[in-house]
């Protein structure tokens, strides 16, 4: 299977912003797209093996659910820190463009319409964010077989901590109803039950249909594209980040992600304690 991961990268220090790509030191964001690239790399290509002992070889492994990935990162002006990147340039394809900012997903959005016909998943993530599932495109295309391709399943984000009121912590929960009301109607089919593994899984429509991120099948990308609001710049779900990450396919697709009891069926790491660290301060933690 052939994968292409777009990626919107800028850092550009500042002492007021709300978001990792304006913090004061580029140590941590640094660390966090390293991450996000290696995982990639790690989980989803061809280049695994298993050390057979006994021959003194390396022998090639989990070829099965092994890729072909291609990873393209959109950045604005010189905002970014790719030349100071622990990795081979080799590992990524670098996509300059004089866009503002906050308005890079849209351009990720370009690349991918661009590569259309080149590939079997289109797929957009926030350079924060670090995959750990080996089976995640396997679960995304076992969803897709059951229930059809005009319904998305997104990933939960979390964030976790060695030392805080709580080791884990998924960031995404509900927003009050009217914030997406005008973009998707939640009751309409409003949960999906399936088994995997002789295990029942519960999928619902979320008031909070945001994950940063979005993976495509080749013909969910195709009929996007097709779409009349495809690529309109459109900034009004809570800010142009999130809308870039998320109102397009909320626009088009019947939005899922799997309920609280089983978040971690599909989920993807948030870089950072940005939010657990707010448990027990600005957020309340409820005794269970």
Not at 45 to 74: D, G
Not at 78 to 99: G, I, R
Not at 228 to 245: K, Q
Not at 251 to 273: D, R
Request: net charge neutral; proline share 6%.
């Amino acid at each position: 299977m052939r994968i292409l991961f777009t990626i919107p990268h800028f850092f550009k220090p500042s002492e007021a912003g709300r978001y990792g790509s304006v913090c004061q030191t580029p140590q941590r964001r640094i660390q966090a797209l390293t991450s996000n690239l290696s995982t990639l790399h790690q989980l989803y290509n061809q280049s695994q093996c298993i050390i057979n002992i006994a021959q003194r070889l390396a022998l090639p492994a989990n070829q099965s659910q092994a890729h072909e990935i291609k990873i393209i990162i959109c950045t604005s002006h010189n905002y970014h820190l790719l030349n100071q990147l622990p990795l081979s340039p080799q590992l990524y394809s670098h996509h300059p463009t004089q866009a503002e900012p906050m308005l890079l997903g849209f351009e990720c959005q370009a690349v991918l319409r661009d590569c259309l016909g080149q590939y079997d998943y289109y797929c957009y993530l926030e350079d924060d964010l670090i995959l750990h599932d080996p089976w995640f495109f396997i679960k995304l295309k076992w969803f897709t077989q059951q229930v059809g391709e005009l319904n998305l399943l997104q990933p939960n984000r979390y964030e976790v901590s060695s030392h805080g009121v709580v080791h884990k912590a998924y960031i995404d929960g509900d927003l009050a109803p009217h914030v997406t009301a005008k973009f998707q109607n939640v009751q309409e089919q409003p949960e999906l039950i399936g088994t995997i593994m002789e295990t029942p899984v519960t999928f619902r429509r979320p008031l909070n249909p945001h994950s940063g991120c979005y993976f495509l099948t080749a013909n969910q990308m195709t009929y996007w594209a097709k779409q009349p609001y495809f690529l309109d710049r459109d900034t009004s779900f809570v800010g142009s980040l999130e809308s870039a990450a998320t109102l397009g396919i909320m626009k088009t697709f019947h939005i899922y992600k799997p309920t609280s009891h089983q978040a971690e069926f599909l989920e993807i790491q948030h870089f950072g304690m940005r939010f657990i660290n707010l448990i027990g301060n600005k957020v309340k933690k409820v005794c269970i």
